[in-house]
């Protein structure tokens, strides 16, 4: 299976801030990498795929980088609504792992 | 539109089978571009993959529950359906099912059921 660790586990950070979240596939998985914001009661919501690609709907302040097994998702200019924990998942093969989440707080 | 709904029980009690069902609306089983997986969540941790299903009936499995799952569709219902053999405290969790889409060669979960607890207590 590939393992998929993100850094870091949690992060504060202030309105306005650029926060970046960083995620390493065990192997090389370009470009089979996705990015999900998920909210506390709510199912997981789409921000990136295939690494760098927006789903529509997403704000352009949320971007994606990186290739091969090392992968960050960069949100831009912080809003309030963007407070919420983050994970990657690879889709590169079965099993499709997730990371293991990363909560972004309000400093 | 698309839309994907879980149901099943709250309270499975140890060693029962669990059973969901995922119920699609919006597009088909039998389209060639999509799929639909089964993704858990116990309370406070991580999000967990499962089972997926493939248009062409494929089916893939957690390597670490793949003795106790069963993954299943009825294209006519559009309906997937779980199976989750000798049910443990442990597995207490929302479970979520995700359409797949492949587009182009990438594959993303692009729209998710709002998810279903279930506990499991004696």
């Known amino acids: 299976d590939i393992q998929m660790t993100q850094s870091p586990s949690s992060l504060s950070a202030s309105v306005g801030d650029r926060v970046t979240i960083t995620c390493r596939a065990s192997?090389?998985?370009?470009?089979?990498l996705n990015w999900f914001q998920q909210k506390p009661g709510k199912a997981p919501n789409l921000l990136i795929y295939?690494?760098?690609t927006l789903q529509s709907g997403v704000p352009s302040r949320f971007s994606g980088s990186g290739s091969g097994s090392d992968f960050t998702l960069t949100i831009n200019s912080l809003q309030p609504e963007d407070f919420a924990t983050y994970y990657c998942?690879?889709?590169?093969?079965?099993?499709?792992?997730f990371g293991q989440g990363t909560n972004l707080e309000i400093k | 539109q698309v839309t994907l709904k879980e149901s099943g029980p709250v309270l499975v009690k140890p060693t029962e089978t669990l059973t969901l069902t995922c119920t699609v609306s919006g597009f088909s089983l039998s389209n060639t571009i999509v799929g639909v997986s089964w993704i858990r969540q116990p309370p406070g941790k991580a999000l967990e993959w499962l089972a997926h299903?493939?248009?062409?009936?494929?089916?893939s499995y957690s390597t670490s529950l793949r003795s106790r799952l069963t993954i299943s569709k009825d294209t006519s219902k559009s309906q997937v359906v779980l199976t989750m053999t000798d049910m443990d405290p442990v597995d207490t969790a929302t479970y979520y099912c995700a359409r797949l889409r492949w587009d182009s060669g990438d594959y993303y979960f692009d729209y998710w059921g709002q998810g279903t607890p279930v506990t499991v207590s004696s």
């Open positions: 299903i493939f248009s062409n009936d494929e089916k």
């Open positions: 295939a690494a760098s």
């Open positions: 998942q690879q889709s590169y093969n079965t099993p499709y792992t």
């Open positions: 192997q090389s998985i370009s470009p089979y």
